[in-house]
C-alpha cells in the first residue's frame, strides 16, 4: 500500500514553470509505477505522464516536449516539471501509483492522491 500527497500547484502566467511533487509513503517507490493525470472543469480526468519501474515514461501528446516526469527513489518522491505552461493545462493535477503493467488509463493504477490545483492565466 501506499499514500500520496501532491504539492507545488498555484498561479502561474502563460509560458511559465511549476514543478510539482508527489510524496508517498509506504513501500519503496521503485515497486510501483507512477504516473500524473488531470482533471480540468467539467472534463474528465486525463492521462498526462507515467514512469514505469524500469524507468520508462510516457506522455500524453498535449504535453509532450513540455513536461517531465522523474522519481527520487531516495526521497520517495515524484516530480512532473512543467514548462511552457498553456492555460489549457488549468486543472487538479492528480498523482496515481499502480503495481501491474504501466499505460494511461486511470484503471491501472490503484492508489490516488487528493490532488494539487494549477491555475495558468493569459
Known amino acids: 500500500q501506499v499514500q500520496l500527497v501532491e504539492s507545488g500547484g498555484g498561479l502561474v502566467q502563460a509560458g511559465g514553470s511549476l514543478r510539482l511533487s508527489c510524496a508517498a509513503s509506504?513501500?519503496?517507490?521503485?515497486?510501483?509505477?507512477m504516473a500524473w493525470f488531470r482533471q480540468a472543469p467539467g472534463k474528465e480526468r486525463e492521462f498526462v505522464a507515467a514512469?514505469?519501474?524500469?524507468?520508462?515514461?510516457y506522455y500524453a501528446d498535449s504535453v509532450k516536449e513540455r513536461f517531465t516526469i522523474s522519481t527520487d527513489n531516495a526521497k520517495k518522491k515524484v516530480y512532473l516539471q512543467m514548462n511552457s505552461l498553456k492555460p489549457e493545462d488549468t486543472a487538479v493535477y492528480y498523482c496515481?501509483?499502480?503495481?501491474?503493467?504501466?499505460?494511461?488509463?486511470?484503471?491501472?493504477?490503484?492508489?490516488w492522491g487528493q490532488g494539487t490545483q494549477v491555475t495558468v492565466s493569459s
Open positions: 496515481a501509483a499502480g503495481g501491474g503493467v504501466v499505460t494511461t488509463s486511470q484503471s491501472s493504477y490503484d492508489y
Open positions: 509506504g513501500r519503496t517507490l521503485s515497486s510501483w509505477n
Open positions: 514512469i514505469s519501474r524500469s524507468v520508462s515514461t
